[in-house]
């Protein structure tokens, strides 16, 4: 379980950043601002401890008596987008019901894994879906050539196997990205570069959280360092 602060997000698109060596990264535009805390989980009530967020304002219109009276309850403007975050206790008592999250959550240099839904891209095939070779374009192949082949296994066990890639639906997936870096932050926009290509189209809504595996990582790296 990563129990570690997080933002929600808006993808805005991809541009690139120059260093002053003249690297050039690419990287994604996310918006940032407006991340209010909307709820607490705590330990004694619900088991786990956890801070509810909520993202862009929503028009009371558009939601149903029951998420109004939960907004209007803790004194928040009803927010579109809603998730909620695993982090230790000591942290609850930092982040009230009804603050913004601070923009400095993310640092530069901070490395993050960051979620979304992917494209939807429809059906697809199996040369497009898997990447598969397809048949030859001679020697007699004839309306096979973006087949994908046999699909059975003989007699035994008679049956095609559960996971046998095929053609199908493609894209449409909750995707996660690790290990990617923050560039650079511009708090006055409320916006982060992050480096690299993250899941789903422009204006879609992500989920950011710190680096599981470099926090276990530098966790590593500690106890060696402690032994030596």
């Known amino acids: 379980m990563n129990v570690q602060p997080g933002l929600i997000a808006k993808k805005l698109g991809m541009t690139q950043l120059f260093l002053p060596d003249g690297t050039r990264l690419p990287v994604t535009v996310l918006s940032i601002k407006g991340n209010t805390v909307t709820a ?3 330990l004694e009530r619900d088991g786990y401890t956890a801070l509810q967020l909520g993202f862009e304002e ?7 008596r029951a998420d109004l009276g939960r907004f209007k309850k803790v004194e928040v403007t009803p927010r579109k987008h809603v998730r909620e975050f695993r982090v230790p206790a000591e942290m609850l008592a930092q982040c009230p019901v009804g603050k913004e999250m601070p923009l400095e959550l993310f640092a530069e240099g901070t490395v993050l894994d960051v979620s979304g839904t992917s494209k939807g891209k429809g059906f697809a095939g199996v040369l497009k879906r898997h990447h598969m070779s397809g048949k030859p374009a001679t020697h007699g192949v004839h309306e096979y050539f973006r087949h994908g082949g046999s699909i059975g296994c003989r007699l035994t066990p008679g049956k095609v196997h559960k996971g046998k890639r095929m053609g199908g639906q493609m894209g449409n997936e909750r995707k996660t990205v690790q290990n ?5 932050v511009l708090a006055d ?6 480096q690299g290509s993250i899941p789903g189209s422009n204006d879609s809504i992500v989920t950011l959280r710190r680096s599981h595996k470099s926090q276990v990582r530098a966790q590593h790296d500690a106890v060696k360092a402690s032994k030596k």
């Open 180 to 184: 990617l870096k923050v560039a650079k």
């Open 40 to 42: 607490h989980r705590t």
């Open 189 to 194: 926009e409320g916006v982060l570069l992050v």
């Open 58 to 64: 929503q028009k009371p219109s558009r939601m149903t």
